[in-house]
């Protein structure tokens, strides 16, 4: 049950602990690099399909062709769909079973919506954007950093509660039993990188407003 928790590996400067979850962050990275530039050579028409996939899904929810924003949000659905499944391999964990990790993704998702709409209607025009009426500032920032913090427990809470629940079937039952509910945290993981991806992309929206 205590590898459903991080657990720290080793210290940096003696000050900075450094857990698995990181580890397992660095080393899906590299599989990542890898994985693109294998496919780019030898299935370029699966990175096609996923390309398309995330091109239509952000459209959808931007109303207007999603070039400009597709790197970003190709990389953070891409990052989601491995983080939340990497426990499957073994030695390795879940980078999302550590809340540092979603809150990192939920605050890189809070300051590229602004970098959006900066770039979108400039500095003060955005910050106009934000402040009309005067008086619904404090309230669009209180909003931001609520919604910054749901991104954070939903996407934390979830892959966590899959986590808890393989491990009590683990410990309860032979190992070959929990297969079924591993598929099932697969789907989920799947599907939270999925609503994460969607939910950043309304941000962004929210943010560009009428501008186009």
């Not at 410990?171 to 039993?177: A, D, T």
């Amino acid at each position: 049950m205590n590898d459903v928790f991080p657990q720290v590996v080793f210290t940096l400067f003696n000050l900075i602990p450094v857990r698995d979850t990181v580890i397992s962050t660095w080393i899906m990275m590299a599989l990542i690099f890898t994985l693109v530039l294998v496919m780019r050579h030898r299935w370029p028409e699966a990175l096609e399909m996923f390309i398309d996939f995330v091109s239509d899904t952000v459209s959808d929810m931007l109303g207007r062709p999603a070039e400009p924003f597709l790197p970003f949000m190709g990389a953070v659905m891409l990052f989601l769909l491995f983080s939340n499944n990497l426990g499957l391999l073994p030695f390795l964990a879940t980078p999302t079973k550590d809340i540092n990790t979603p809150l990192a993704m939920a605050l890189v998702v809070f300051v590229a919506v602004h970098c959006f709409g900066v770039r979108e209607k400039g500095v003060w025009g955005y910050l106009k954007s934000l402040a009309t009426p005067i008086f619904m500032f404090p309230l669009e920032m209180i909003g931001q950093l609520s919604r910054t913090m749901s991104l954070t427990l939903r996407l934390f809470g979830n892959v966590i509660s899959s986590e808890f629940i393989v491990a009590v079937m683990f410990s309860l039952v032979q190992p070959i039993v929990p297969l079924p509910m591993m598929l099932l945290g697969t789907i989920s993981g799947v599907f939270q990188a999925y609503i994460f991806t969607i939910l950043a992309s309304s941000y962004i929206a929210s943010a560009l407003g009428d501008s186009k």
